[in-house]
């Protein structure tokens, strides 16, 4: 994913947890501080729209709860602590030969794109102001995941 210019950071989870066991670019480890943050506390805004409270963030079942269903945890869908907003959630997306979901998730001038093979997790974040965008993250994300499914993952 990163290799072909599509996307700066990426990440493999396992579906039952949701937790990114694999992330790129690998050298110095620099993925992981791109994809995962461990737990911690954010203030959220309520439904009012006026209340803040203060809530754990766990990155994982947020990621695990987005891509089955298509909505975010009360706490928000949050990756490598940035807060990410879930703008289209595609639950049967065809991708080659699979019909997979896939998530669409952006924030300021960036996003993420996630897809599951039904066992595995693949996230691909892209950069606007790194000559990225959403159409190339995706095709990146489905060719792996393709590649995943053929393999039997």
């Not at 009012?48 to 990155?59: A, C, L, S, V």
């Not at 080659?96 to 998530?103: C, E, F, H, I, S």
Request: glycine letters at 12%; proline letters at 4%; aromatic letters at 12%.
């Amino acid at each position: 994913l990163i290799d072909v210019g599509a996307c700066y950071a990426a990440g493999l989870a396992q579906l039952e947890d949701g937790l990114f066991y694999a992330a790129a670019p690998v050298a110095d480890d620099a993925g992981w501080g791109f994809i995962f943050k461990d737990s911690y506390k954010e203030h959220i805004l309520q439904p009012d729209g006026e209340t803040e409270k203060e809530m754990d963030i766990w990155e994982g079942a947020g990621l695990k709860m987005a891509i089955e269903t298509g909505k975010k945890p009360d706490w928000g869908l949050w990756l490598g602590g940035k807060k990410y907003n879930i703008t289209s959630f595609e639950p049967d997306l065809k991708c080659g030969d699979y019909t997979l979901p896939v998530l669409f998730c952006q924030r300021p001038k960036a996003g993420v794109v996630i897809c599951s093979t039904g066992s595995q997790i693949v996230a691909g974040f892209y950069d606007d102001e790194k000559g990225q965008n959403a159409d190339n993250c995706q095709k990146a994300v489905s060719d792996l995941v393709q590649f995943l499914k053929d393999k039997g993952l």
